[in-house]
Nanobody, 121 residues
Framework: QVQLVESGGGLVQPGGSLRLSCAAS????????MGWHRQAPGKQRELVVV???????NYADSVKGRFTISRDNGKNTVNLTINSLKPEDTAVYYC???????????????WGQGTQVTVSS
């Protein structure tokens, strides 16, 4: 079994900052990449950022310069630092990981349960 557990969401005023964390645990042979997606009310889930095991990143244009992802390969964790929050950043943020559970297993996507981020004055 594999679990992704997020933490760090909450209510923040516009212009504020927040840090989200995600830890992957369980039977993990290799993590190819981890990242964050978000889903706002009435909208489809969208990519925020992904980071590979080698440290390469891919950010959505809407968050470049404000969001920063960091990864600890040894601990199977990723953190997302969010600055200059805007009301349109309000969404449920989901951690994701593409990983392999064993040498002969297929690469599979896993998701966390999501953490709510609300930006409002």
């Amino acid at each position: 079994q594999v679990q992704l557990v997020e933490s760090g969401g909450g209510l923040v005023q516009p212009g504020g900052s927040l840090r989200l964390s995600c830890a992957a645990s369980g039977s993990i042979f290799r993590i190819n990449y981890m990242g964050w997606h978000r889903q706002a009310p009435g909208k489809q889930r969208e990519l925020v950022v992904v980071v590979t095991s080698g440290g390469s990143t891919n950010y959505a244009d809407s968050v470049k310069g404000r969001f920063t992802i960091s990864r600890d390969n040894g601990k199977n964790t990723v953190n997302l630092t969010i600055n200059s929050l805007k009301p349109e950043d309000t969404a449920v943020y989901y951690c994701s990981a593409n990983l392999r559970r064993g040498r002969y297993y297929a690469d599979t996507n896993y998701w966390g349960q999501g953490t709510q981020v609300t930006v409002s004055s």
